[in-house]
């Protein structure tokens, strides 16, 4: 299995709903990551798991709260989001944190729009 | 913070070559990628050179490393319509900006 899975593909949610993303991979890679990308802009980083534990929190705000429950899994948790959270969050790995030949794996992402 | 800057649009006719530059301030990173996004997907990893290489070369895909200067390119040989995406090079946690590559046929 060479992939990182993400679901939902697309997620509609007004701005007091609770709701998580999910990222799964199953390449033994230690290190997982959580971009957010807006239209016509490059993914911003906003977390990065080094063997389950949070390493990075690009000063996210705390209505997005990272979980890694296992080497395997990511999830996102939202709440009370405003609207211009309103983008696509792409879920990466990779075999060790930072910087190797194999670069990230990327999922397709979970298209999140807030109304 | 460290700034990655890219030209945002390139327009080549198929089976020409495309030429993607990328220009960056933070040279700590030990690779340097180049990405491939199609539309509605997440980033594709392209090809990487290490960070003490000048060249690197990888079928149809060419990647220059100027240290000096900060500058990384991508080139990409007989450029097809498939070849239609946004292309992004990428260090340690950081994307460029971005080069929307449209192929005419």
């Known amino acids: 299995d060479t992939e990182v899975t993400q679901t939902p593909k697309h997620l509609v949610m007004g701005m007091t709903n609770k709701k998580s993303l999910k990222c799964e991979q199953h390449?033994?890679?230690?290190?997982m990551y959580w971009y957010k990308q807006k239209a016509k802009k490059p993914p911003e980083l906003m977390f990065v798991y080094s063997y389950e534990k949070l390493s990075i929190n690009e000063s996210v705000p705390s209505r997005f709260s990272p979980e890694c429950p296992n080497s395997s899994l990511l999830n996102l948790h939202l709440h009370a989001l405003q609207p211009e959270d309103s983008a696509l969050y792409l879920c990466a790995s990779s075999p060790t944190p930072g910087t190797a030949p194999t670069g990230y794996t990327f999922g397709s992402g979970t298209r999140l729009t807030i109304v | 913070g460290e700034d990655v800057e890219q030209s945002l649009f390139l327009s080549v006719r198929e089976g020409d070559s495309s030429v993607i530059n990328c220009t960056y301030t933070?040279?700590?990173?030990?690779?340097l990628y180049w990405y491939k996004q199609e539309p509605g997907a997440g980033l594709q990893l392209l090809t990487y050179i290490f960070s003490n290489m000048d060249m690197k070369q990888d079928q149809r895909l060419t990647v220059l490393l100027n240290k000096k200067d900060k500058h990384l390119s991508l080139r990409i040989a007989d450029t097809q319509t498939g070849d239609s995406a946004i292309y992004f090079c990428?260090?340690?946690?950081?994307f460029g900006t971005g080069t929307r590559l449209k192929v005419l046929a």
């Open positions: 390449m033994g890679h230690r290190a």
């Open positions: 933070d040279s700590s990173s030990t690779y």
């Open positions: 990428a260090g340690e946690y950081i």
